[in-house]
């Protein structure tokens, strides 16, 4: 008896359905695809011979579009719009992201002993560790007790 092998299941970003096929899962007729092509709303992969290749996430995306269109009756251009707005929404929550990452990455350089600067009631600089308060001045005059903890 033979053994099966397991076919590894593509990722949805893999361009993997022919329009007929893509245009059955997402309920719809193969021109509408090729109308939201033609328009930018949802644009395929192409072959080489120029042939639309849509993946599993470009069918969810024409169910979307689909639904908004249907269920909410939104326009095309409204629609285009909505979904603009979710890539940046998407590529500003990815940015925050490394951006997170990258604030903890120095703030826990920081805590190595690293030294923050501030600057004093008379314009002077002060030298301190993360979390330490600034020393009193020499001469009298007395620091401010106020701690500023500043996150890029």
């Known amino acids: ?69 249907q269920e909410e009756g939104i326009s095309l251009p409204g629609i285009a719009r909505i979904l603009e707005l979710e890539n940046h929404v998407d590529a500003l929550q990815s940015r925050v992201a490394e951006l997170t990452l990258e604030a903890e990455r120095l703030r826990i350089a920081a805590s190595g002993g690293s030294r923050i600067f501030s600057v004093g009631p008379g314009g002077e600089i002060l030298a301190s560790r993360l979390g330490e308060r600034p020393r009193r001045r020499p001469g009298g005059g007395s620091a401010s007790q106020a701690l500023v903890l500043w996150r890029p």
């Open 1 to 69: 008896m033979a053994s099966r092998q397991r076919v590894p299941r593509p990722d949805d970003e893999a361009p993997v359905f022919v329009i007929s096929v893509a245009a059955e899962l997402a309920g719809m007729h193969a021109q509408t695809l090729r109308q939201y092509d033609r328009i930018g709303l949802v644009t395929p992969s192409r072959t080489r011979g120029g042939g639309r290749r849509y993946s599993a996430r470009d069918v969810e995306l024409l169910r979307e579009v689909q639904r908004l269109s």
